[in-house]
């Protein structure tokens, strides 16, 4: 009988956390399940072994790769090169089927950390803890949901192995939100424990993403949600100070963040994919090097007069991104050996620590990595009120906000947005998602959502632009065929289209 992937490694991250037993106990790994998880402090290990599970999902090369072949992030030229199933994500070539294993693995890791999820969710007996362990099965489930579409429903009461109909799986998503709304602290002590804050706006944020065609899709619930949210939390004054390594990270605009520090194993290793191969190439302990994995396309990287996003006077753009790539000694790097010049060009600074600087290699990067801040929630409620037609509504809460910051408190004249239309506010706050949240990994979900994945990646990102091959059925990547082959309840002919 084919077993399927996510039950491997079920009770994993509690077996490497129990404490020996004595020689007049069975060993824990013999006990039954009831029995290991009647002990609370069983749940409260295991759930402490998902917090880094959960965050190892976005740790090292795995944490890019549902950013690449968008219309904000491509693959430098060597790393198409070298590796043409990696590079499909880009390309959309064949390559992207269901063998692919840089998506098989990102699928893999999630599925026994949404299983041990369920597994503590159904027997805590403290609700805190059962809301931690239903956050965490949340958050996967609803990036799952919305990369592959239909997926199994792992839920002890009600085990659904099969692929299940998009909107049985948002309404697991509600219920386990809503449970940790309830039941979350609001300002947790420990960092990487989600606060109630975290679950109300992801509680929007699904009622603002879930597909129209679920039902589920609905923005005034969604900013009743937005509205809760928004007066918890403040932003900064300087948009740059989100990313400066140097200083409290975990500030008022942060509702949750996974927690990496410059040490091994907790460091996150981002600035090793997204910086330049040029630079690492010259110095290894320049905190900017890297190897080209993840960069700005043109789109992302120009201002609006070069067809690009950024308008005058942005503070955004040098926050984000890095177009000098002189050496703090004054030293310039000169493109290597593979002749790639994109080695010099625009690459995301997000990412970079400088902590490192002279110190340690750019793979010890270990700033944190936001899930959800402050900007996005408002962007969100932005949208909402705007295709409620409370479009003059949402222009005030951008210019008075998000944009104000943006533009150091004084917004250029003729980019206040003011009398723009409902349609014309729809495309401007799509481009302010990614000035404002650029590589923070909301872009592929956005243009799913919106139905712009085929019509902007098509155009903007360069690779899917030369090849050609992108289509509708893009929207939804193909189900693993390890998962085919391993789970009875999952075969060929449920596959998504065209793969």
């Known amino acids: 009988m084919k077993k399927p992937l996510y039950k491997s490694a079920i009770c994993l991250a509690l077996l490497l956390s129990l ?25 409260k290990l295991l759930i402490s072994g998902l917090y880094t599970q959960w965050r190892n999902t976005k740790q090292d090369r795995g944490g890019f790769m549902f950013t690449l072949g968008t219309d904000e992030a491509k693959q430098g030229g060597q790393q198409i090169v070298e590796n043409n199933v990696q590079g499909s994500l880009d390309t959309y070539s064949n390559a992207l089927n269901a063998s692919n294993t840089s998506l098989a693995e990102q699928w893999s890791k999630r599925w026994p950390v949404i299983t041990a999820a369920a597994k503590a969710a159904y027997y805590a007996k403290t609700p805190g803890l059962q809301a931690q362990a239903r956050f965490i099965r949340a958050t996967l489930n609803f ?23 998009e ?13 940790a709304a309830e039941h979350l602290e609001d300002s947790p002590t420990d960092k990487k424990v989600p606060s109630r804050g975290a679950a109300l706006a992801l509680l929007g944020k699904v009622y603002l993403y879930a597909p129209a065609a679920t039902g589920i899709r609905n923005y005034e619930k969604a900013i009743t949600y937005f509205d809760q949210v928004i007066p ?21 605009e942060s509702i949750y963040a996974f927690q990496f520090i410059n040490l091994s194993p907790d460091n996150n290793m981002a600035q090793h994919h997204a910086g330049s191969r040029a630079v690492a190439d010259l110095d290894g302990n320049t905190y900017f090097g890297g190897y080209d994995l993840i960069m700005p396309t043109d789109y992302y990287a120009n201002d ?28 310039k790097p000169k493109v290597t050996w593979t002749g790639q010049q994109d ?14 600087q002279g110190k340690q290699n750019f793979w010890y990067s270990g700033g944190l990595i936001y899930y959800l801040r402050l900007s996005d929630i408002i962007l969100s409620k932005a949208e909402c009120l705007n295709e409620l037609n409370r479009t003059a509504e949402a222009i005030t809460l951008l210019n008075t906000t998000v944009r104000k910051r943006a533009f150091n408190n004084q917004i250029p004249t003729g980019y206040t947005w003011v009398g723009s239309s409902q349609s014309q506010l ?20 956005d243009l799913i959502r919106t139905g712009n994945l085929l019509k902007y990646v098509s155009q903007r990102n360069p690779w899917a632009k030369a090849s050609g091959n992108i289509k509708e059925f893009h929207n939804r990547y193909p189900i693993p065929e390890s998962e085919i082959k391993q789970n009875d309840a999952i075969n060929e002919s449920d596959q998504n289209p065209g793969y």
């Open 19 to 43: 404490n020996a037993c004595s020689l007049d106990e069975l060993p824990k790994t013999m006990l039954t399940e009831e029995q290991v998880y009647d002990d609370e402090e069983n749940i």
């Open 143 to 165: 990036e799952l949901v919305m990369l592959w579409g239909p997926i199994p429903i792992i839920d002890q009461s009600n085990m659904r192995e099969a692929r299940q109909p």
């Open 167 to 179: 909107k049985d799986v948002f309404e697991l998503v509600i219920q386990d939100l809503e449970y």
């Open 232 to 252: 918890k939390y403040k932003l900064l004054d300087n948009y740059a100070d989100l990313f400066n390594t140097t200083l409290n990270q975990n500030s008022t």
């Open 304 to 331: 609006i007069d070069k067809g690009g996003v950024w308008e005058p006077g942005d503070s955004r753009k040098l926050a984000s991104i890095r177009y000098d790539f002189t050496l703090p000694d004054g030293r």
């Open 343 to 356: 080695e010099l060009g625009p690459h995301t600074k997000k990412f970079e620590d400088i902590r490192t």
């Open 426 to 445: 729809r495309e401007r706050i799509m481009d302010e998602r990614i000035r404002e949240l650029g590589f923070e990994g909301w872009r592929r979900m």
